[in-house]
């Protein structure tokens, strides 16, 4: 709807009422017409007129797309809308993509019956995110919505800035460098591990303080209930926070830090987030960022916050590069030597490492504690193999990158919960160009969806278990027993995939080894050992929208 040609019609409108007016009154239905009422009706009349052929005649009847197969049912003037709505990200899409006959290709209705395509196959996947990769761009209301929190960094960049941000970012995350910050990554998991087992003797979350449907009446049993989704957050917030800015936030130690309360507040799912996500595709993002609503202002605050953060941080760097004494290997150093970045694109690009960097993956830790709590064989494997090779969080002694990357059954878990649970359950699309995929032709606008939480549980890809959490599958499998690397979406690929991908999977893995060896979980509330109770609440991220409440023991000996 966001394509309506508001000034065409009111141009037409104006034009005509003016003619009609002037020159012929009596062909209109009002004996004494005005210009101004009869500007209203045409405009109307014409609004009316687009909606039809929008909603109506164009999806079913002259759209190049209507030979795609679709899902059955649907409304037939709101699509499939009902039941993406009722559902978590993602989450209707994993039945389509098993359920029906396709080729690489599904289109679907949203909401008006705005028509959206997802891909499914290797072959159109490779297509969309390599072969025609600039042919689609971010969706412009997700680039100004996103932007103000993320900055316009690497994440959101199109064409030939993108390809130079990139480039010049690419040696703060080739490997030889992240191979140094896992000594890093172990001591802030070893401090948060510290920190958690303090709450944890000091009996964890009171009952009273817990959510009503958490409650417990059996409170004299003595475990402690800790909320994982809070710890993962500040225990990444910190290590974004000395890994790529050189700045300990001390969110591990404080939770009520300015950047944590800032982010956490922002990032928590809402009504109001909720709506005016809805209203961007209706209005100008100038409008409704610009509406008198508490979000709104939650929004200019954080983003106020965020990026004065990041200037201080900045400008203190550039003091010592000048100086000569900058021999930090954090990110900022290294962009900061590249010469490639003008201050406010470097505020830019660490506003989306702190964002995206850190939401990530403590959405992959919560995940991964959720999921070890649903299987406790898995999780007491996965503890004596951390006890058996890794050193006591006890001891000083740090790991490196050859002891982390050398486990391979935590590297298996570690795969298994990004493929089964990815931490963005969608990513848009738009076409920038009138273009094809798989033949077919693609009109510019199209909006194209990748969808890991669906394509990483296709049983065309992955197998008859596909919806099944199954670590072995990655046991001396590279690919988890997929038949194309596309399979797995986590962090897309080609030149628009995940930059920080080998920052993310060895921060997450050191943190679970750190957690796992030193607590056993279990969940609080039993009902959620029924994956269709727990309350997932999508934004960038896909979480527990009510957090995840875990009994956690902490086990002797580690």
Not at 78 to 91: K, V
């Amino acid at each position: 709807m966001s394509d309506f040609p508001f000034k065409a019609v009111t141009a037409v409108s104006a034009f005509s009422s003016y003619v009609l007016v002037g020159h012929f009154p009596g062909r209109l239905l009002f004996s004494r017409p005005s210009y101004l009422g009869t500007f209203i009706q045409f405009w109307v009349l014409s609004f009316l007129g687009w909606c039809f052929w929008k909603i109506v005649l164009y999806p079913k009847w002259f759209s190049p797309l209507r030979y795609l197969p679709e899902p059955t049912g649907g409304s037939w003037w709101n699509g499939h809308f009902a039941q993406i709505s009722a559902l978590p990200s993602g989450a209707p899409m994993i039945e389509w993509v098993n359920n029906i006959p396709n080729e690489g290709i599904i289109r679907y209705k949203a909401l008006f019956n705005s028509e959206r395509i997802m891909i499914t196959s290797p072959k159109a996947l490779g297509e969309v995110l390599v072969t025609r990769n600039y042919d689609f761009i971010k969706p412009n209301h997700f680039r100004s919505g996103l932007g103000k929190l993320l900055g316009i960094g690497i994440l959101l960049a199109e064409g030939e800035e993108h390809k130079t941000q990139r480039k010049n970012l690419m040696p703060a995350f080739a490997f030889r460098h992240v191979k140094d910050l896992y000594p890093l990554f172990w001591e802030k998991s070893r401090e948060a591990a510290e920190a958690m087992t303090e709450q944890v003797k000091d009996g964890g979350i009171r009952n009273e303080d817990l959510p009503d449907f958490q409650k417990r009446p059996d409170v004299e049993n003595d475990d402690a209930v800790l909320e994982v989704g809070e710890w993962a957050s500040r225990a990444t917030l910190d290590i974004i926070g000395m890994a790529g800015l050189g700045q300990d936030f001390g969110a591990i130690r404080d939770p009520d830090t300015a950047l944590n309360k800032t982010y956490r507040t922002v990032f928590k799912p809402s009504r109001q987030a909720a709506i005016l996500g809805l209203l961007n595709l209706f209005l100008p993002m100038w409008f409704v960022s610009r509406l008198p609503i508490k979000r709104n202002g939650e929004i200019e605050a954080a983003a106020a916050v965020i990026r004065s953060t990041c200037r201080q941080l900045i400008r203190a760097k550039k003091d010592k590069l000048e100086k000569r004494e900058l021999t930090d290997v954090d990110i900022l150093s290294v962009a900061l030597e590249s010469g490639g970045f003008s201050e406010e694109n470097l505020i830019d690009q660490l506003m989306t490492f702190l964002a995206a960097g850190h939401e990530t993956t403590a959405t992959a830790m919560t995940w991964a504690v959720y999921m070890l709590c649903l299987n406790p064989d898995v999780q007491s494997r996965l503890r004596a193999e951390i006890r058996g090779n890794l050193p006591s969080l006890n001891e000083s002694e740090s790991v490196t990158s050859q002891q982390i990357d050398n486990m391979p059954y935590l590297q298996a878990v570690c795969s298994e919960v990004l493929r089964y649970y990815p931490p963005v359950p969608l990513t848009l699309r738009d076409a920038g160009v009138d273009t094809q995929i798989l033949g077919h032709n693609i009109p510019k606008g199209t909006r194209v969806l990748f969808i890991p939480w669906a394509v990483n549980k296709s049983e065309e890809l992955w197998g008859p278990d596909a919806r099944k959490f199954n670590p072995d599958r990655w046991l001396n499998n590279p690919n988890g027993g997929a038949n194309s690397n596309y399979s797995l979406l986590t962090f897309l690929h080609g030149p628009r995939s995940c930059i920080g991908q080998r920052f993310a999977t060895a921060e997450f893995a050191c943190l679970l080894a750190a957690w796992i060896g030193r607590f056993e979980f279990a969940l609080n509330d039993e009902r959620e050992l029924d994956e269709k109770n727990v309350v997932i609440k999508g934004g960038v991220t896909a979480r527990p929208a009510k957090g995840m409440y875990v009994k956690a023991k902490v086990l002797d000996g580690w």
